[in-house]
């Protein structure tokens, strides 16, 4: 049966609340996804698992196998995709700590394996990304968050940057001036190939620094992971909602 899928990013190498079944690997046409998927149930749903970084965070952001990853899930049953986002905040109404559905994307990404049609004389296909993530579950991921009691921004643009350095301060001013209001390493090539594979496919963001020039001083990993740690709790209990009750549904 079609289930949900977490890929979970920095802070989010496991699922504690998930009762793990199976750990899979899945062999790829694109080579080794992130990590084996991780196969169990959340409170009596199927749920399936990727930290996107690999175990022990080993994989910067453009070393990440996007197509395989993506591939691996739809292959195990995958048919709806949250993608989690640590980001930083660009525009006033995203200060850190603020939980965020974005709904729109720019992508500053370059050289990474971005398409799925990469092979000489095969089928290709230029999906259409008007609205990058499907709105289908955007709005599930809304209401689970209100359901959990959670205070979330409905809509944002992320800006995806090459990383793994952060932004210069004239970069992000330049990324603002885009109409970016939040900024991440991840969210591209990911949506996209979720969109060419025929996956349902959001994010769930959330802020953990101000973006370069835009809080006080440098930006530290301290501050970093100090937001992650208090993010993590709120974003679990909305997908918990998500995947168990019935505001999860489409
Ligand atoms: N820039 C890019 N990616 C990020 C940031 C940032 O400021 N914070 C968390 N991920």
Known sequence: MACLAIIGGSGFSSFAALQVRECRQVVTPFGETSAPLVCGHLDGTELLFLPRHGVGHRLPPHRINYRANLWALRASGADRVVGLAAVGGIGDRFPPLTIVVPDD????????????????????EHVDMTSPY????????IRACAASGCVAVANGTYGATQGPRL???????????????????????????????????????????????????????????TNLA?????????????????????
């Open 105 to 124: 994307i720019i992508d500053y990404t370059y050289g990474r394996g971005h398409t799925i049609y990469d092979g000489e004389g095969e089928r290709m």
């Open 167 to 225: 932004e210069t301060t004239a970069e992000i001013a330049r990324q603002e001036r885009d109409g970016c209001d939040l900024v991440g390493m991840t969210g591209m090539p990911e949506a996209a190939i979720a969109r060419e594979l025929g996956l349902c496919y959001a994010s769930l963001a959330f802020v953990v620094n101000w973006a370069a020039g835009k809080g006080q001083g440098v930006i530290t990993m301290e501050e970093i992971q």
């Open 230 to 250: 208090k993010c993590v709790g709120r974003v679990e209990q909305v997908l918990r909602v998500l995947a168990t009750s019935r505001v999860g549904r489409a």
């Open 134 to 141: 499907c709105e289908e579950l955007r709005q599930a991921l």
